[in-house]
């Protein structure tokens, strides 16, 4: 079993910057890809970004290239997400999730978190 847990989310103007972090439990953090995805009102949840196991690759939503960053630090059991340059359809609750097999660009996680809001508006 995998508890997620998101912080970092808030109000910031467009243009401005957030990361968000997200602690996960347990012992086998390693064994995970870990992803964020998010859900705007009226909106199905979507894929926005995604890093496989230590070393391996990551992937991006196209609409949140070059201006967002996942990295993970396993000796902490966390996943970030460095978002930059942000916009009011950035506007969402985003939800930190862990899945066993890559790759990770779809719903299909094994764990989700409770999600954390973000809103962009000046």
């Known amino acids: 079993q995998v508890q997620l847990v998101e912080s970092g989310g808030g109000l910031v103007q467009p243009g401005g910057s957030l990361r968000l972090s997200c602690v996960a439990s347990?012992?086998?953090?390693?064994?995970?890809?870990m992803g964020w995805f998010r859900q705007a009102p009226g909106k199905e949840r979507e894929f926005v970004a995604s890093?496989?196991?230590?070393?391996?690759?990551?992937a991006y939503l196209n609409s949140v290239k070059g201006r967002f960053i996942i990295s993970r630090d396993n000796a902490k059991n966390s996943v970030y997400l460095q978002m930059n340059s942000l916009k009011p359809e950035d506007t969402a609750i985003y939800y930190c999730?862990?899945?066993?097999?890559?790759?990770?660009?779809?719903?299909?996680?094994?764990?989700w978190g409770k999600g954390t809001q973000v809103t962009v508006s000046s």
């Open positions: 347990g012992r086998t953090f390693t064994s995970y890809a």
């Open positions: 890093v496989s196991r230590p070393g391996g690759p990551t």
């Open positions: 999730a862990a899945k066993s097999t890559w790759p990770f660009i779809t719903s299909s996680a094994d764990y």
